[in-house]
């Protein structure tokens, strides 16, 4: 476990990073490989192409700004891969490594190519921003003390390791069932998000309208995603603020 202080990508924010991007990936790729043994992979070729479509042209113009822009270290260690689950549950999520994965349900209120572009960045930007190995990090401190944390890692393959990933990450203790990530990490998700919307050529006035469609399914009790993904009034005026500044 070595300690440095991140800069995100984007937002110029600096976060503690107790964990390699080795260790992490590691993780990361044996808690997505124990979720695959147990999902249904999707058989709407329709969906599931345009799902694929639009992550791939954000992922496109993603590494294109980040190479361009010197910061290639966002990347590190990300494979990207695209994946929709056979579930009428509303859900979407992207392991630290790159592995998204999106269910049938979201695509309910998801149901055009922008409005799949706010789900997909939001889910890229915890990847890139690292907010699981901050969550970990954060979580090592205080309730490991850092000699517990260091012991856990060094058990690469151990119990201990896996379970403090699955506490840094939100993993529950089902497969795919996440935890929510910070009001600070949401709303950080939503303005990358934005960003890499932009870059992609997708319509970022998309993000405030996709999360007033979420809302209303939340009043209607439709919804299960609001558990990981909170929306609220504040939520979405924070996202119309950000697009009145925006700056590409």
């Not at 922008?114 to 401190?141: C, F, L, T």
């Amino acid at each position: 476990m070595a300690v440095s202080c991140g800069v995100v990508s984007f937002t110029g924010r600096k976060q503690m990073l107790l964990f390699s991007d080795s260790e992490i990936m590691a993780l990361s790729d044996q808690s997505y490989a124990e979720f695959k043994g147990t999902a249904e992979v999707s058989s709407n070729a329709a969906a599931t192409r345009m799902v694929k479509e639009v992550g791939g042209k954000m992922v496109a113009a993603l590494e294109s700004y980040l190479k361009t822009n010197g910061q290639e270290s966002a990347l590190r260690g990300l494979v990207w891969e695209f994946m929709l689950v056979k579930s009428q549950e509303v859900n979407a999520f992207c392991m630290p490594s790159g592995k998204i994965v999106f269910y049938e349900g979201i695509l309910k209120y998801a149901d055009t190519p922008d409005y799949i572009a706010v789900v997909m960045g939001h889910e890229m930007a915890h990847a890139i921003a690292k907010h699981g190995n901050e969550r970990m990090s954060q979580q090592s401190v205080m309730n490991l003390l850092g000699r517990v944390a260091s012991e856990a890692i060094g058990e690469k393959k151990g119990a201990g390791a896996q379970a403090l990933f699955n506490v840094g990450f939100g993993i529950g203790s089902q497969a795919g069932v996440l935890l929510p990530y910070s009001r600070k990490h949401e709303y950080e998700a939503d303005e990358i998000g934005m960003y890499i919307m932009n870059i992609a050529g997708y319509d970022i006035n998309a993000a405030p309208a996709f999360w007033e469609k979420m809302l209303d399914a939340k009043s209607a009790g439709q919804s299960d995603f609001f558990s990981t993904h909170p929306s609220d009034a504040k939520r979405i005026a924070a996202l119309r603020e950000a697009i009145s500044s925006f700056t590409p």
